[in-house]
């Protein structure tokens, strides 16, 4: 075979160049610490670490809900818990005012059931990080149309009534609570219960409180007469006798403002929220009504039964007073049932969000290990393989110069 | 009887000879790394029986014309590839996303942004992440097919300039030709000519697949070898050039308005013929390749991936409403008629026969109306939706619709009131692009509707237009996560096969090259083993020559002594 010298010099630094790109290459995927670095490197291979990628990214997010979750659901559990505790104690107070000797004891006791039920309502209004937890979907108000779940406490079949705080009668709703227009429904109810009135008053914002007075007594066709007092108190009273008023609906909550009496309306809605774990659906919001009740929807729940406990106490009922107060614990122990059954349905939440995050933990980590394995190099191989490559570079260096050496021209 | 005179003319001859060869294998030596030089070797012959001596009847080549013409050949596969390896590598870095910085990782962030939103519907600064982190998806959807219109114009340059390459090559080789017939007819060494052609020849076979032809006269023609067409008739060169074809714009979606180059060659009446199918080798070959098959491929891909986003992602946000609503709303596309039936007026996304409801709210953001209206798209125009829409009962003067000069639909709300589009059922948002977050005909103008960069709060998350805080649309779009949205593939999956059928192909390409690249170094080998020159070998022959010459020398001393001997006897 003849070796030509231009032959001999250009596959000398085709090898040197070869091997230096070997080298090269190794070295840049040692810097980068990874094996695969483009899809042509190992397609099958690049394909599926992308599939890992996006599912370690699902799981991170997955355990970022689940950790949230986690926390309102506690939450919500330490609320149901007092809940629980309020309605333990309500049931000793009925229990104490069944074997009441006087009317002070019965008035002492209706007042620790009535600190029960402002307790109640604060956990029925509880909100974690801008969303309650009984209120549906429902979250934190940013304006007046949206209100707690549980506020605006309804007048309900009230014969008299009296706002509990007045307001400036010079200011206008406008100044006073920040609103142009709202409404309300009155309905007036005979001595037998029926409804003789049930009309929609409007207000605005250049209304006074007396404006609205005046307009109650004429849209309510004085079957209820308003009054303002001199410090602002919007006061009503059924001009029948037997006959009963309800306000209730009120758009802009400006009754809440005077302070209503009664239930408080629930203003959350009726879809549970509930955030995707793991491809699972856990319920954070709950629909309030069912436990804690929706007068308007005629729901009994944890709060009627404790305004009817109060008033059965104050003895406010019609009927024997022992016999109310033993249907009262019967109502109060129902509530307790419902309440169980709430708490337990948290409580699988939780346990299932835990195991969840445990899951997904350990998921997460097979899931790196696994895209390690496949992207990532092994650096004791590499090195190895980049001290072969070296070698075959240098060895090639110094073929090129003993052969180029190796010419007759040095023995002529 | 040779006679002594015979002798020394033998000898003379002898060192012309030698003389001649050491000229030939002193070129050799000075071109020892010429490129595309062919070594020489001395063509010597006995003088004829009556004469003593030696002939030195010139130089010959030392060629394979058999290997060099398969090395041609190789030469245009091997350049192909190269030419493919290096544009496609680009478009695979371009796809790549290992540093986490890719298209993949930017459409996981954006469905995140939604599922974070799903968790948080309250939390109004999710709604301006999911709108920043589409506006980052976009971005990366649109510098990658901005990046691979680049690239093809970057091919279409090189292409030009490799024809206008290619035009002097022909034009030169036309010329060797003739200076070769000439040379050869009048006996001269036409071998440095014709080293010159043959690398031109090679330099020519690394542009585009040719074949060539040898005449008796030494000349050489030129064909394209898959169409024919002759590039170099003997003397005469025939070019090529580069032009934009109106006739054919291969590539519509491109978003450039640029058509593609094609490569026209002009025959011998000045007519112009379209050869760009029959270039499929070479540097061109492997650019056109990559060009029309490649790019274009993942182009249409990527293209498709984008409208896919927009239409799911459109069809599900137009089920929900945001937590702020609109004042006014016009459709992104122009329908080219108000009458004619949406799914015919030149929309970019069909829609199927469905409903959609309209909710209205009050100036404090009270929900205080909802109603429906039923569409057909097959039969109602836009200008029917607006009639639809202004005409429902349920439409107490609350909303009012019309078409726009340039033929889009247009709802505003009366003063004191705003509105949401909300459960569309059949797809008619997306085909206007009415109340989609998404929008664009294609990947080049794909974008965040303005509605949603001037307020995020218009995001939707929820259903029920009563409880604007819900997080079912919110769920429903995060779901795409892992939904198989044309039936067989996520997103991820259609993405991902984009990514890896690149590398696929780009990995076969590597070991085609590399094939490629072997054989035609064996080839470089085998020729050069015949036509490299060898120092040593070349060292040796001087030697040779040089005692040839010497031998020659001592003859004519040897008769000069034998005629002095005589010449001595003579005179006595």
Known sequence: MRVPTKFLFDTRQDAIVKNQANVFDLQKRISSGLQIIRPSDNPSQYSLARTIQVRISKISRDLADSSQVSGILQAKEEALSKLSDILAKAKLNAERGIDANSTEELLSLASSVDELFMAAVEIANTSINGRYLFGGTKVVPNSRFFRKPYEDREIIKQENWVAQKGVDPSQTFGNIFNIKEGKFKLEVYDDTGNTVLSKEIKYFDSDRISDLANRINSEGLGLVLASVSPDGKLQLLSSTPGFKFSVMEDSMGIFADFGGDGIPEYHGNDESFSVEIKNEMVEIGTPGKEIFGDPSKGINGILPTLKNLSDILKQKKEGNLQELLRSAVIDIEKAYEMLNSLRAKVGENISFTQKSQDFLEFVKVQNTITKSQIEEIDMASASVDLTLRESVLQASMIVAVRAFEMTLLRFL | ?572
């Not at chain 2, 942004?113 to 506006?135: G, M």
């Not at chain 2, 491109?254 to 760009?276: A, F, V």
């Not at chain 2, 022959?541 to 001592?554: C, K, L, N, T």
């Open chain 2, 1 to 572: 009887m040779t006679g002594i005179k015979d002798i020394l003319f033998g000898a003379k001859n002898g060192m012309f000879a030698s003389r001649s060869a050491l000229q030939i294998v002193s070129t050799n030596i000075e071109n020892a790394q010429t490129e595309g030089y062919t070594r020489q070797t001395p063509l010597l012959s006995p003088l004829s029986p009556s004469q003593v001596g030696v002939l030195f009847e010139g130089a010959k080549r030392e060629r394979f014309f058999f290997l060099e013409k398969r090395m041609h050949a190789e030469l245009q596969t091997l350049k192909s590839f190269e030419a493919q390896k290096e544009k496609i590598s680009q478009v695979e870095s371009l796809l790549s996303d290992s540093e986490g910085a890719g298209l993949l990782n930017a459409i996981d962030a954006f469905l995140n942004a939604y599922e974070e939103l799903a968790t948080n519907p309250e939390n109004s600064s999710l709604r301006q992440n999911v709108v920043l982190k589409a506006q980052s998806m976009i971005a990366r959807f649109k510098e990658l097919a901005n990046s691979i219109v680049k690239i093809r114009e970057d091919i279409d340059k090189q292409i030009s300039e490799n024809i206008t390459e290619v035009n002097n090559i022909l034009n030169e080789i036309a010329g060797l030709n003739k200076k070769i017939a000439e040379l050869s007819a009048a006996k001269e060494n036409v071998n440095t000519l014709k080293d010159k052609r043959d690398l031109l020849i090679r330099k020519l076979s690394e542009f585009i697949n040719i074949d060539t032809f040898e005449q008796d006269n030494g000349m050489i023609n030129v064909y394209i070898r898959e169409g024919g067409q002759v590039l170099v008739d003997k003397d005469r060169a025939f070019s090529l050039k580069v032009e934009a074809d109106p006739q054919n714009p291969s590539n519509p979606i491109d978003g450039t308005g640029k058509l593609l180059q094609k490569i026209k060659y002009i025959d011998g009446r000045g007519h112009i013929w379209d050869i760009t199918p029959f270039i499929i080798g070479g540097t061109i070959g492997g650019n056109l390749k990559t060009r029309d098959e490649t790019l274009v491929s993942v182009l249409t891909k990527i293209n498709l991936l984008a409208q896919q986003i927009i239409k799911v992602v459109g069809e599900r946000h137009a089920k929900g409403v945001g937590v702020a609503h609109f004042q006014s709303l016009t459709s992104e596309y122009s329908a080219s008629d108000p009458f004619t039936p949406i799914n015919s007026a030149g929309l970019p996304y069909t829609a199927s026969p469905g409903s959609l409801s309209i909710a209205i709210y009050d100036e404090n953001g009270n929900l205080i109306s909802t109603f429906t209206i039923f569409y057909d798209p097959n039969v109602d125009g836009i200008a029917n939706i607006a009639n639809f829409i202004n005409s429902d009962p349920g439409n107490l003067g609350y909303i009012n619709a019309q078409i726009t000069t340039d033929k889009k639909l247009k709802i505003e709300a009366n003063s004191g009131f705003t509105f949401d589009i909300y459960n569309d059922t059949g797809g008619l948002s997306v085909s206007l692009g009415l109340d989609t977050l998404l929008v664009g005909k294609n990947v080049f103008d794909f974008d965040v509707a303005q509605e949603f960069k001037e307020n995020p709060l218009r995001v939707a998350s929820s259903s029920d237009p009563s409880a604007p805080f819900h997080n079912d649309i919110a769920n429903l779009i995060a779901a795409l996560r892992e939904e198989k949205i044309n039936g067989a593939e996520t997103i991820f999956d259609i993405y991902t096969r984009i990514q890896s059928e690149i590398g696929v192909n780009l990995s076969f390409i590597n070991i085609e090259f590399s094939a490629k690249e072997l054989a035609v170094r064996t080839l470089e080998e085998q020729i050069q083993q015949r036509s490299g020159v060898s120092l040593d070998e070349e060292f040796v022959r001087v030697i040779e020559f040089q005692r040839a010459f010497e031998a020659s020398a001592r003859i004519v001393r040897i008769t000069d002594e034998l005629l002095l001997t005589i010449l001595g006897l003579v005179g006595g």
